[in-house]
C-alpha cells in the first residue's frame, strides 16, 4: 500500500549519524561517532538514592499524571539556579520542563513557524535540532561559523535577504559539532541584530557547564531585555539523558502557547525524572557535581587532543582547540586525495567510526572536507586506538 | 512585544478541563473532572523492587541515550502480547514505544496530515487528541455517536463529502468522555468504509484493559489485514500515567517516518520508564494485575453508577451504562430550564466539578446537553457527596 505521508514529513530522512551508528553497533568498530556522556559521569548513587526514597515516601507523585508546565519544585531550581549563577531568567520568563531539550526544539519551531518560514542556523550545526526545523516544512539557511562564532556580514544578509526569518538557532558554547565557542563580542552582535531585524533566537545550551578552560562567557539569554530570546537548556550532559528532561526559559506569551503544544504531544514529562532531578540540583552538592563532570571531559579532552597532535596532525588533519563540550571537528587538508566523505567510509572499513561532516549541514549534498569525533563515549583506549587508525589511513590516503 | 505565532497554533486555546481544574485545586470542591487513575491502582510495590533492581544491577542502561523506536525487550513484550491476546500484530508491522499514547496522536498525525487535511472523529471525543490534531491545523469532523458507536451513514456521507481525509480517529472500548462501546458489527463496517474510501484509522484503546463487564470485543487493528490501522496503547492506565509510556502498533512504513519525527521531537522515551515496563510485563503476573484494576474499577464503577441511579435519575438526569473505562455521560432531560453549561456552573458554585461536553466537541460553541462524570480519582466519600450535590442542584434548577 502507497501511504499518504505529509509534505512536510516526505522528504526527512533518518539522520546520518543514525546510519553510522550501524556500523557502530560492531563491536570490532571504534565508535568515536556518538555524543553520549561518559558512563562515569552519571551520578548513580545520587540517583539510586532520591528514587529509592521518592518511590518508598510519596510513589503516588512519581506515577500519577502532573502537570504539563513540569513539576513545580523542578521549575523553581532551575529558575533560581539558572537566574542566580547566569542572570538567564527574567521577570518576563517563565519556564517549561520538556521531554529533553531537544522538545524545546520542537514546541518552539511549532509555535511560531507556518511552513515555509525560515530559520537561520549555524552552519555546521546539529542534525537533530535541524531535522526538527525540517519537521515542519522549514527553510533552513546556514551561516558559515568561523572559530569565533558565525561570521556576521553573512549573518545580517541573510537577515537583509530571506523571507519570514523567525529566529536564528545557535549553540554558543562547545558547538556540536564544530567545537566552537561563540564570542561574548559576537553574542552581543547576534543578539543585535535579531533585535533590529524583529526576529527571535533560539539559543541551545546543552553543553555550557563542560567548559574545561578559560572563563565562562555569559548566555545570549542573559542580554535580553527585549523578550526576544528562547533559551533551551538540558539535564542529558549533567545528569543523564535517559531521563529526557530538558527546559526552556521564554517570554511568558511563548511559553504559554509552547504549553499548550506540549499537551497534545505528550501532556508532561515523566514525573519520577522531574523529582529527582530536583532533589539532586536542591539536596545534593550539584555545583560539585558539575566539577567532578569537568574534571572527567577535561581529562578526556586533552587526551584526546594530545592524540590528534600525535597521529592526525602529521598526517595533514588538523583541528581546532576546544575550550569544552564533547566534540572536536577535524579539517582535511586542502589538496586532499579523497573526499571526506571516502576517509569516513575507509576509516569505517578499518574499523574506526566518525560522523562525516555534510551531515551536519543544511544542505547534506554540499560539499565538506570535515569529519566530527567524540571523545566522551569511548575508553582511552579505543580512543588511542581509534585515532591511531586514522592517523595511518591519513598518511596512506590523503 | 507581539509574538510572531504560526498559523495552526494561533488558535489553540487551553483545554476548557484545564480551566476547570483550577476551581478542582481548591480543596473544598469535589472533583468529579479528572481522568487520573485511581492511586490504588498502581502497582507500587512492584515497581519500587523493579526501579531498585535495575539502578542497581545496571544502572548505565536506565540512564544513558536509547535508541528512538523504544527499550527493545519492551517492543518484543508487547509485541507478544498484543499478538496473541488480541491478535493486534500483523507481520507487516512495527512496534514504536513512545511518550505517553498522546505522542502516537501527535506522531501519526504529523506524518500523514497536511494543514487543512481533514481527520474525521466520534462527537464527542478526547479533548486531548482533538487539540493535537488542531495543533496541525487540521479540520476536524465529528460523526455523531450513538449507544453502540458511531452513526455509520454520517460517517459515509463524510468520507463521501470531506475532501483530504486522513483517518478515522477511534475510542472503540469505553470511550472518553461518552462511556461508549462500539459494537463489533460497527467496527467491522467502520473497517470497511475505511478501506473503501482509502483512508486510515488511528485507533486508540487506553481502555481496554478496563472491562468491568461483558465480552472483549475484538479491536478494529485485529481485522487490518489491509494495513489500515495505526493502534495506539497505553501504560498510563494499567500501570502509571506519570511514566508517560504508550505505544503504536502500525504498517512497518508508517512507524518508519513516525520514528524520524520521534527523533527530532524528543530522541526517545526515557529509558527507566522503558525497563520497568518491560520487567512488570514479563517478570510479574500482569494478567493478575490487570484482574485486580478490573476489580477496583468494578468496584467504584457500579458504586458510581449506583449513586446516579439514587440522585441524578430521579432528578431527570439520564445516563448510559458502561462496560468498563473510567467515565460516565450524563445527560440533562429535553425540558430542562438551564443549559448544560450552566448547571456545570452552578455545579461548581456548589462545590462540585464535572466537565461541560461541548468540551469534547470539534467545535466547542456547538450546544450540548451533557457532562462527564468521572469515578476513578473521587474516594467512594467523594463520590456520594458530588452526586448528592448534583442531584439537589438538579431538582432545583432543572
Not at 510519596?58 to 531550581?77: C, D, H, K
Not at 549563577?85 to 519551531?109: R, W
Not at 572563563?215 to 538540558?234: H, L, M, Q, W
Not at 584526546?304 to 581546532?320: F, N, Q, R, T
Request: hydrophobic residues 40%.
Amino acid at each position: 500500500m502507497d501511504y499518504v505521508i505529509s509534505d512536510k514529513v516526505k522528504t526527512l530522512k533518518p539522520s546520518a549519524i543514525r546510519e553510522i551508528f550501524k556500523y557502530a553497533a560492531d563491536p570490532s568498530v571504534v565508535s568515536l561517532s556518538a555524543g553520549n556522556p561518559a558512563p562515569e559521569a552519571f551520578p548513580v548513587d545520587a540517583i539510586r538514592e532520591i528514587s529509592a526514597r521518592i518511590l518508598e515516601e510519596n510513589p503516588i507523585a512519581a506515577l500519577q499524571y502532573s502537570v504539563t508546565e513540569g513539576y513545580p519544585p523542578l521549575r523553581n531550581a532551575v529558575k533560581e539556579y539558572m537566574q542566580s549563577k547566569y542572570n538567564a531568567v527574567s521577570e518576563n520568563d517563565d519556564i517549561l520542563i520538556t521531554s529533553g531539550a531537544q522538545q524545546v526544539m520542537d514546541l518552539f519551531t511549532k509555535t511560531c513557524c507556518n511552513e515555509g518560514d525560515t530559520i537561520i542556523c549555524e552552519a555546521p550545526s546539529f542534525i537533530g535540532s535541524l531535522n526538527s526545523f525540517r519537521s515542519f516544512n522549514c527553510r533552513l539557511c546556514g551561516i558559515p561559523l568561523e572559530d569565533d562564532g558565525m561570521n556576521i556580514e553573512a549573518l545580517e544578509k541573510a537577515l537583509q535577504t530571506e523571507k519570514n526569518v523567525r529566529f536564528i538557532y545557535i549553540i554558543a558554547n562547545f558547538q556540536n559539532p564544530s567545537g566552537v565557542t561563540t564570542s561574548l563580542e559576537k553574542r552581543k552582535a547576534i543578539y543585535e541584530l535579531a533585535k533590529k531585524y524583529n526576529v527571535m533566537i533560539l539559543e541551545d545550551n546543552p553543553y555550557g557547564e563542560l567548559r574545561i578552560e578559560g572563563e565562562n562567557i555569559p548566555c545570549i539569554k542573559s542580554f535580553d531585555t527585549d523578550g526576544i530570546v528562547v533559551y533551551a537548556g538540558s539535564f542529558s550532559k549533567i545528569l543523564s539523558p535517559g531521563m529526557r528532561i530538558g527546559y526552556a526559559i521564554a517570554p511568558k506569551p511563548v511559553i504559554a502557547k509552547m504549553v499548550v503544544c506540549k499537551q497534545g504531544e505528550d501532556v508532561h514529562t515523566n514525573s519520577w525524572a522531574q523529582i529527582v532531578a530536583s532533589e539532586f540540583m536542591t539536596k545534593y552538592d550539584f555545583e560539585a557535581h558539575l566539577s567532578s563532570l569537568r574534571e572527567i571531559y577535561r581529562k578526556k579532552a586533552l587526551y584526546c587532543m594530545s592524540l590528534l597532535d600525535k597521529y592526525l596532525v602529521p598526517a595533514g588533519i588538523s583541528y581546532s582547540r576546544i575550550q569544552g563540550g564533547l566534540f572536536i571537528w577535524c579539517r582535511l587538508p586542502e589538496n586532499a586525495k579523497i573526499s571526506m566523505n571516502e576517509f569516513c567510509k575507509q576509516a569505517v572499513l578499518n574499523k574506526v567510526c566518525v560522523v562525516p561532516g555534510n551531515a551536519f549541514l543544511t544542505d547534506e549534498a554540499e560539499q565538506c572536507s570535515s569529519f566530527r569525533i567524540n571523545f566522551s563515549t569511548p575508553t582511552d583506549e579505543q580512543l588511542e586506538k581509534g585515532i591511531k587508525i586514522l592517523g595511518r589511513l591519513a598518511t596512506e590516503v590523503l
